[in-house]
């Protein structure tokens, strides 16, 4: 027997022990060929494979099926977001209170041309949905800071 030959049955041997257990690379060989049916994983791009997780893609094809919109002909529909609920507390504030909290917390309203919803004083008065008090809460959150006191009101009504 010769000595060559004695190599290569050992490595055809390897080759097929590897195939039937799975390898360590995910059961594919040397050439990027997966072992259990031969077919090449390789990414038929670069060679360097495309992994199982959304492949590879391109910078450049980005953008490349949009079409430019002639923004004088297209109307479109009016999008109101108003997703603030006044918690009773809070509408039935008077005007004099909500300067008082805002001055308290060093709030100021410059050149407003639309009415500033009233402050709130706690989360709750914010009507946020109970998942989110309860993520607050969890949060060890004890009082809104100067900035939510007047910015969720504002932010929620749009």
């Known amino acids: 027997m010769s000595h060559g030959s004695r190599h290569g049955r050992d490595r055809s041997r390897s080759r097929d022990r590897d195939r039937d ?24 791009r670069d060679g360097r494979g ?23 002909e297209v109307t479109l529909k009016r999008f109101e977001k108003d997703f603030y609920q006044v918690h009773p507390a809070v509408a039935s504030m008077s005007e004099e209170e909500a300067e008082r909290i805002r001055e308290e917390r060093n709030i100021s309203i410059v050149h407003c041309q639309t009415a500033v919803p009233k402050p709130i004083r706690s989360f709750e008065e914010a009507s946020f949905p109970d998942y989110v008090l309860a993520e607050i809460n969890r949060a060890n959150f004890v009082n809104p800071t100067p900035i939510q006191v007047q910015g969720w009101p504002i932010a929620l009504s749009g």
Request: hydrophobic share 15%; glycine share 24%.
């Open 21 to 44: 257990r799975g390898s360590r690379d995910g059961g594919r060989d040397r050439d990027g060929r997966d072992g259990r049916d031969g077919r090449d994983v390789r990414d038929v």
């Open 50 to 72: 495309g992994g199982s997780f959304g492949g590879s893609y391109s910078s450049s094809d980005l953008g490349a099926n949009l079409r430019n919109i002639n923004w004088q």
